[in-house]
C-alpha cells in the first residue's frame, strides 16, 4: 500500500509513519530474540547413562529426557555397532555386536528457534560381556582381575583367553607396554602407563559370527619408594666362590617403569645384574628383583625384595624410605641388604636436605689395631672417608648418608686395595639421632687381605674384626685447650730376639700457640694437621749403642676422647717352601704396631 503525504499535515504524517515502522520492526525483532532464548532454555536433556542387557540388546527411548516448548529434533552419535537410532519414535533399538564402554552424544536442535539454537549432552552407555561359547576360560566379571603395577611383568596367568580348536583370538586396548601373543593365548609385558583400560578380546572363525568379551585392567603407577637409588651392603658369613667370608658394598637403580640395574661388590670381585623390569608384586607393598649378575664370565643368580615405607619423624619432615633384601648366589651365598637413597630422589631430597645439617661436617675414626679415618659428610648425603689401614694400606672411598629404622642414619664403606690381591676393607658407621659420637652398629670394621704375603706365615693372609671409635671433629678446638700434657707410649718391638733398651715412653706439651713441645732427648717428633686431627711422628728405638731403629707412626684425634691411637710400621722376614724345590724362601713383610697419645 502506497501513502500519499501531501496536503497540510503531509510533513508530520510521514515522520510519525517512519517511528511507527521502527517501532515495529524493533518489536518483532525483540520477539525473535526473545522466543530464541526461552527455547534454547528449555531444551534440557536429562540423560542418565545406561546398560544393555547381557546378550546386548537394547531398546532405550530418548523421547522424554527432552523439555522443549516444541518438539526438537534429535541427532545420535557414537553407538556401538549393532544399535541404530530411530529419529521417528525417538528410540536406540537393536543387539549390540561388541562389549565396552561408549561415550553416546545426543544433540537436541528446537524446530521453532530461528537462530537454529541446539543442547549437545553425553551419557555412556555399557555393553556387557556378551557371553562367548569360544573364550570359556575368560571371566565375564570385568572387576575380577582387579588392578596391575606399571613397572612390573604382567602375570601371564592372570588372563586366560584360549580360544577352541580352529578359533583365532585379537586383543584390542591393552594398556602401554602389554602386548597379546595370538598363538600362546597370553598377554606379556611391562606396563608403563597408569590407567583404566578396556580390554577386547574378538574371537573368529571363518564361516562363523565373530564373538566378542572384555575385561577391565586397572594400572597404577609405582610408588615413589620403591623408585629411585638404593645403596647398602652385601656380606658373605658362611663363604663365598671363594670359600672365604667377605664383605662389600651393593647400589641399585629402579625407575619409573621399574627398569632396575645393580652392582654389587663382594670381596674383592665386582658384580652387576640388570632387569627390564620388577619381577612380581604382591598387589602393591612388596616388588621382586629378579636377576643374573655377573662378574666376567662368571654368573651368579640375584635375588631381591623391596618394601615397607618407614616415615622417621627428625623436625618437621618425615623422610619416607624403603628397604631392598635378599642374597647373591646359589643358595643365599651372599645376604644383601639396601636402604632408598634419600638424598637424590625429588620426593624426598628436600625434606632430607634440611636434615644434613645435623650430621654436615667432619668426623674422625680410629681402629683398636692404629688404623684411622677421617670422613666428610656433604651437603647432599654424600660422606667421604680417606685414612690408612694399620698395615699402611692407604684407604679412600665413599657412600651415601641412608636411613633403617632402629639405626638411624648411617653409612657403609668399602674398599678393595690392589695391595690385597682381591681382599676388602669395610666399614659399617652409624650418626645417630644427633651429631656427636659414632657406633659400629654392632657389625663392626673388618679387614681381609688375600696377599699369601700379608703375614710371617705365607699363603695364610688375614682377616681381622676390628672394633672402633669416633666422633665429630670440631677444627677450631686445639688439643691444648683440653690437655696440659699427653704422653706417647709406642708397643716394643723385637729386633733379633731383642727388645729395645731406651724408654718407649716420652711426654709431650704445648706451648701459647696450642704447638707440641718435646724434649730431643726422647727422640720422638710429633705433629698435628688441626683441619683433620691427623697426627704423625717419629720415634728411635735403641738396642745397644750401635743398633738403632727410627721408625714414623700416624694416627688420628677423635675428640671427646683422653686417648688417641695409632700405628707404626716394623719390617720384618718369612719364608716358605719353593714348591718346585722345596727349599726355603724368604720374603719380607710389614709388622704393625700400636702407639698411643693419652693424658697421664
Known amino acids: 500500500m502506497a501513502y500519499d503525504y501531501e496536503g497540510p499535515w503531509g510533513d508530520e504524517l510521514h515522520d510519525n509513519v517512519q517511528t511507527l515502522s521502527r517501532t515495529f520492526s524493533s518489536v518483532a525483532e525483540w520477539r525473535d530474540e526473545s522466543a530464541a532464548e526461552e527455547d534454547a532454555a528449555s531444551l534440557a536433556l536429562?540423560?542418565?547413562?545406561?546398560?544393555?542387557?547381557?546378550?546386548?540388546?537394547?531398546?532405550?527411548?530418548?523421547?522424554?529426557?527432552?523439555?522443549?516448548?516444541?518438539?526438537?529434533?534429535?541427532?545420535?552419535?557414537?553407538?556401538?555397532?549393532?544399535?541404530?537410532?530411530?529419529?521417528?519414535?525417538?528410540?536406540?533399538?537393536?543387539?549390540?555386536?561388541?562389549?565396552?564402554?561408549?561415550?553416546?552424544?545426543?544433540?537436541?536442535?528446537?524446530?521453532?528457534?530461528?537462530?537454529?539454537?541446539?543442547?549437545?549432552?553425553?551419557f555412556a552407555l555399557t555393553v556387557p560381556n556378551i557371553a562367548s561359547e569360544r573364550l570359556p576360560n575368560l571371566l565375564q566379571d570385568s572387576d575380577a582381575y582387579?588392578?596391575?603395577?606399571?613397572?612390573?611383568?604382567?602375570?601371564?596367568?592372570?588372563?586366560?583367553?584360549?580360544?577352541?580348536?580352529?578359533?583365532?583370538?585379537?586383543?584390542?586396548?591393552?594398556?602401554?607396554?602389554?602386548?597379546w601373543n595370538a598363538k600362546t593365548g597370553v598377554i606379556t609385558g611391562v606396563p608403563t602407563k597408569a590407567g583404566v583400560f578396556t580390554v577386547t578380546f574378538t574371537a573368529s572363525k571363518k564361516g562363523e559370527a565373530n564373538q566378542f568379551a572384555t575385561i577391565t585392567l586397572a594400572t597404577e603407577a609405582l610408588p615413589a619408594w620403591a623408585q629411585g637409588t638404593f645403596a647398602g651392603y652385601a656380606r658373605a658369613l658362611d663363604g663365598e666362590p671363594s670359600g672365604v667370608e667377605a664383605h662389600g658394598l651393593a647400589t641399585m637403580t629402579v625407575s619409573a617403569n621399574g627398569k632396575v640395574s645393580g652392582k654389587i661388590a663382594l670381596g674383592g670381585t665386582n658384580w652387576t645384574f640388570s632387569a627390564a623390569s620388577y619381577a612380581a608384586s604382591d598387589g602393591g607393598d612388596r616388588f621382586e628383583v629378579a636377576a643374573e649378575?655377573?662378574?666376567?664370565?662368571?654368573?651368579?643368580?640375584?635375588?631381591?625384595?623391596?618394601?615397607?615405607?618407614?616415615?622417621?619423624?627428625?623436625?618437621?619432615?618425615?623422610?619416607?624410605?624403603?628397604?631392598?633384601?635378599?642374597?647373591?648366589?646359589?643358595?643365599?651365598?651372599?645376604?644383601?641388604?639396601?636402604?632408598?637413597?634419600?638424598?637424590?630422589?625429588?620426593?624426598?631430597?628436600?625434606?632430607?636436605?634440611?636434615?644434613?645439617?645435623?650430621?654436615?661436617?667432619?668426623?674422625?675414626?680410629?681402629?683398636?689395631?692404629?688404623?684411622?679415618?677421617?670422613?666428610?659428610?656433604?651437603?647432599?648425603?654424600?660422606?667421604?672417608?680417606?685414612?690408612?689401614?694399620?698395615?699402611?694400606?692407604?684407604?679412600?672411598?665413599?657412600?651415601?648418608?641412608?636411613?633403617?629404622?632402629?639405626?638411624?642414619?648411617?653409612?657403609?664403606?668399602?674398599?678393595?686395595?690392589?695391595?690385597?690381591?682381591?681382599?676388602?676393607?669395610?666399614?659399617?658407621?652409624?650418626?645417630?639421632?644427633?651429631?656427636?659420637?659414632?657406633?659400629?652398629?654392632?657389625?663392626?670394621?673388618?679387614?681381609?687381605?688375600?696377599?699369601?704375603?700379608?703375614?710371617?706365615?705365607?699363603?695364610?693372609?688375614?682377616?681381622?674384626?676390628?672394633?672402633?671409635?669416633?666422633?665429630?671433629?670440631?677444627k677450631t678446638n686445639m688439643l691444648s685447650d683440653s690437655f696440659e700434657t699427653l704422653r706417647f707410649m709406642a708397643m716394643e718391638p723385637m729386633l733379633n730376639g731383642n727388645s729395645p733398651t731406651n724408654d718407649c715412653v716420652a711426654e709431650v706439651r704445648f706451648d701459647a700457640k696450642g704447638k707440641p713441645v718435646i724434649s730431643k732427648e726422647t727422640g720422638l717428633t710429633l705433629s698435628f694437621?688441626?683441619?683433620?686431627?691427623?697426627?704423625?711422628?717419629?720415634?728411635?728405638?735403641?738396642?745397644?749403642?750401635?743398633?738403632?731403629?727410627?721408625?714414623?707412626?700416624?694416627?688420628?684425634?677423635?675428640?671427646?676422647?683422653?686417648?688417641?691411637?695409632?700405628?707404626?710400621?716394623?719390617?720384618?722376614?718369612?719364608?716358605?717352601?719353593?714348591?718346585?724345590?722345596?727349599?726355603?724362601?724368604t720374603y719380607k713383610y710389614k709388622e704393625f704396631h700400636p702407639m698411643t697419645l693419652f693424658a697421664p
Not at 616415615?311 to 644383601?336: H, K, Q, R
Open 46 to 122: 536429562n540423560l542418565d547413562d545406561a546398560a544393555a542387557e547381557a546378550d546386548g540388546t537394547i531398546s532405550l527411548g530418548l523421547g522424554g529426557c527432552v523439555e522443549s516448548l516444541s518438539m526438537p529434533k534429535l541427532s545420535v552419535s557414537g553407538l556401538p555397532a549393532g544399535l541404530k537410532y530411530d529419529a521417528g519414535t525417538m528410540t536406540v533399538h537393536g543387539k549390540a555386536t561388541k562389549p565396552g564402554v561408549y561415550i553416546v552424544k545426543v544433540t537436541a536442535t528446537n524446530a521453532s528457534a530461528t537462530g537454529g539454537n541446539a543442547v549437545v549432552r553425553e
Open 146 to 179: 582387579g588392578t596391575v603395577q606399571c613397572g612390573v611383568a604382567f602375570d601371564p596367568g592372570l588372563v586366560d583367553c584360549t580360544p577352541e580348536e580352529g578359533w583365532t583370538v585379537k586383543a584390542a586396548g591393552l594398556p602401554a607396554g602389554l602386548k
Open 293 to 474: 649378575a655377573k662378574s666376567g664370565k662368571a654368573r651368579m643368580p640375584v635375588w631381591l625384595m623391596v618394601s615397607g615405607a618407614d616415615a622417621p619423624e627428625s623436625g618437621d619432615a618425615a623422610l619416607l624410605n624403603a628397604g631392598a633384601g635378599g642374597w647373591l648366589g646359589d643358595s643365599g651365598t651372599a645376604e644383601v641388604l639396601l636402604w632408598r637413597n634419600l638424598w637424590k630422589d625429588r620426593s624426598t631430597a628436600a625434606a632430607a636436605k634440611a636434615e644434613i645439617a645435623k650430621w654436615e661436617g667432619a668426623y674422625t675414626i680410629s681402629a683398636e689395631d692404629g688404623g684411622y679415618l677421617s670422613l666428610k659428610v656433604g651437603r647432599n648425603g654424600d660422606v667421604r672417608a680417606t685414612g690408612k689401614l694399620a698395615d699402611g694400606t692407604e684407604i679412600s672411598a665413599a657412600a651415601p648418608l641412608m636411613y633403617r629404622d632402629g639405626w638411624d642414619f648411617f653409612t657403609v664403606f668399602s674398599a678393595a686395595p690392589s695391595a690385597y690381591k682381591g681382599g676388602f676393607a669395610w666399614l659399617p658407621v652409624g650418626f645417630g639421632a644427633e651429631r656427636g659420637a659414632l657406633d659400629d652398629l654392632g657389625l663392626g670394621m673388618v679387614a681381609s687381605s688375600r696377599n699369601p704375603q700379608a703375614t710371617g706365615e705365607y699363603s695364610e693372609g688375614f682377616t681381622r674384626h676390628l672394633g672402633f671409635s669416633g666422633a665429630y671433629y670440631d
Open 529 to 585: 694437621a688441626q683441619a683433620t686431627g691427623v697426627f704423625k711422628g717419629g720415634f728411635t728405638f735403641v738396642f745397644d749403642a750401635k743398633t738403632k731403629r727410627k721408625v714414623n707412626f700416624e694416627g688420628v684425634v677423635v675428640q671427646g676422647q683422653d686417648s688417641f691411637g695409632g700405628f707404626y710400621l716394623w719390617d720384618a722376614t718369612g719364608s716358605y717352601a719353593d714348591p718346585k724345590t722345596g727349599k726355603p724362601k
